[in-house]
C-alpha cells in the first residue's frame, strides 16, 4: 500500500482551532439546517475538505463546524474539495464492471481460501442471516515483510486460540492479483493512493472539531489499516431476492446490501453508477432516504469504531442498498480504519478506573469472520 508521504496534512499534526463564541454559534446554526423538524432526513450536509488537503492551507472553521454536526446529528456527509481526479473515479469503476462481465469460473481464480481478500461470489456475504444480492472484490492493506503484526507475537498477546488462524490469514497474505482487465490493478493501486490521503485529511479535520476528545483519533491512525471493495449490484426485479424488506409502501425490496451500521473508522464512497441511486440512509423518524451526492463528491459515514471513540458524539447511522429493478450499479467503498493494533478507548469513559478498550485488529476480525455465507452463489 502507499502511504501519504510528503502530502500529510502539516505533516500529520493536529492544528486545534480556536473555540469562539462565532464557532459555537456556527456549529448551532449548522445543526439546526441538517434535520427538518419532523425528524425527516433533509439534504445531507456537503463538506469541503480542501483545505486539509493542502499542505500550504489552514484549516476552515466553517467547513470543520459543518463536518461536526454532520457526525453528531447525521452520521452522513457529501465530501468536495478532495481533488481525486474525476476521470480516475470514472476508470476505476468501468474496469470494475469489466472484471465482474467476466464468467464466473474465471473470478473464482481470484481470491483466498478464507474469502477476506479477492472475489465474494453474489449472495456470499450476508447482512442479519440473509444474503445480499451482490457480488464483490475485497482488497486489504498488506503489510510489509518485516511488520511485527506478521509474526506471532502480536496474536498471542491479543486474541484467543481459535481467533489466531484468522488473524494469520489476514495479516500475512497478499491481495490477489487481477489480471483482467489489464488496467484494474493499477487503477486500484493509483485508488488507494488517494484515499489515504483524503482518509486522512478528514480524519485530521475530525480531531480539529473535536477538541482535547480529537488527541486520540489522530493517535490511532498514525499506521492506518484500510479496506476497498469493488461491488457489483446487478438489476433484480422487485421480490426475487432472498433478502428483502418492506419499502415505504408495503412492497417488497430486493436489498443489495441489507441494513447495518459500519464496524470501522470512515467510510468513503465515490459516486457510483451516474443515474442509479440505491443508497438509503435511516433518519431519526427510521425511514429510509435515498442518498443523492452531488457531482464528484463523495458520501462519506461514521463507523462504529468512531462512535465508540468520540462516546457516542460521532454517530454511527445504519444504511442500505436497494437493487435497481433494470440497471446494475458499480460502487467502489473505501474505509479508512485505525492502526490494526490500537487500543481504542471510549472518550466516554476515558477517566475512568475500569475504563473499556477494544483492539481494533481483534474488533475487525469478529466482524470479517460473521460476514461470509457457505451457500453457492446466487442466481442474478
Request: glycine letters at 8%; charged letters at 15%.
Amino acid at each position: 500500500a502507499t502511504g501519504i508521504g510528503s502530502m500529510l496534512w502539516k505533516g500529520g499534526a493536529v492544528v486545534a482551532l480556536p473555540r469562539s463564541r462565532a464557532f459555537r454559534t456556527f456549529v448551532r446554526s449548522v445543526s439546526t439546517s441538517t434535520r427538518h423538524s419532523d425528524g425527516a432526513a433533509g439534504s445531507l450536509p456537503v463538506v469541503d475538505v480542501s483545505s486539509y488537503i493542502s499542505a500550504d492551507d489552514v484549516g476552515d472553521p466553517a467547513e470543520v463546524a459543518k463536518l461536526h454536526n454532520a457526525c453528531c446529528h447525521v452520521g452522513f456527509f457529501y465530501l468536495v474539495g478532495h481533488q481525486v481526479p474525476p476521470q480516475l473515479c470514472t476508470d476505476i469503476r468501468e474496469a470494475a464492471a469489466e472484471f465482474f462481465a467476466l464468467d464466473l469460473e474465471t473470478k473464482m481464480r481470484a481470491t483466498t481460501a478464507d474469502g477476506f481478500r479477492g472475489y465474494q461470489w453474489l449472495g456470499q456475504n450476508v447482512t442479519a442471516g440473509l444474503q445480499d444480492l451482490h457480488e464483490g472484490f475485497d482488497l486489504h492493506r498488506e503489510l510489509p515483510a518485516q511488520h511485527p503484526l506478521r509474526s506471532t507475537r502480536w496474536a498471542e498477546a491479543n486474541l484467543e486460540i481459535a481467533e489466531r488462524p484468522l488473524a494469520a490469514s489476514l495479516l500475512t497474505q497478499a491481495n490477489p492479483t487481477l489480471v483482467a482487465p489489464p488496467e484494474l490493478q493499477g487503477l486500484i493501486d493509483e485508488y488507494v493512493r488517494h484515499m489515504l490521503i483524503v482518509g486522512k485529511a478528514t480524519t485530521q479535520m475530525m480531531a480539529t472539531a473535536l477538541g482535547s476528545d480529537g488527541h486520540q483519533l489522530s493517535e490511532l491512525t498514525n499506521d492506518p489499516w484500510w479496506t476497498m471493495r469493488l461491488i457489483h449490484y446487478p438489476a433484480a426485479q422487485s421480490g426475487s431476492s432472498k433478502n428483502s424488506n418492506d419499502g415505504d409502501g408495503g412492497s417488497v425490496e430486493p436489498v443489495g446490501c441489507g441494513a447495518h451500521t459500519d464496524y470501522g473508522l470512515l467510510t468513503i464512497i465515490a459516486s457510483a453508477t451516474p443515474g442509479v441511486q440505491a443508497l438509503e440512509v435511516q433518519d431519526v423518524g427510521k425511514r429510509w432516504v435515498k442518498a443523492a451526492p452531488p457531482a464528484g463528491a463523495f458520501t462519506c459515514n461514521i463507523g462504529d469504531m468512531m462512535a465508540h471513540i468520540t462516546g457516542g458524539r460521532y454517530v454511527s447511522t445504519p444504511h442500505r442498498v436497494i437493487s435497481h429493478p433494470s440497471r446494475a450499479r458499480i460502487s467502489v467503498p473505501f474505509f479508512y480504519e485505525p492502526t490494526f493494533d490500537a487500543l481504542i478507548t471510549s472518550a466516554a469513559d476515558s477517566t475512568a478506573p475500569n475504563r473499556r478498550t477494544v483492539v481494533y485488529g481483534k474488533h475487525l476480525l469478529s466482524k470479517l469472520a460473521h460476514n461470509l455465507a457457505p451457500q453457492p452463489p446466487l442466481q442474478p
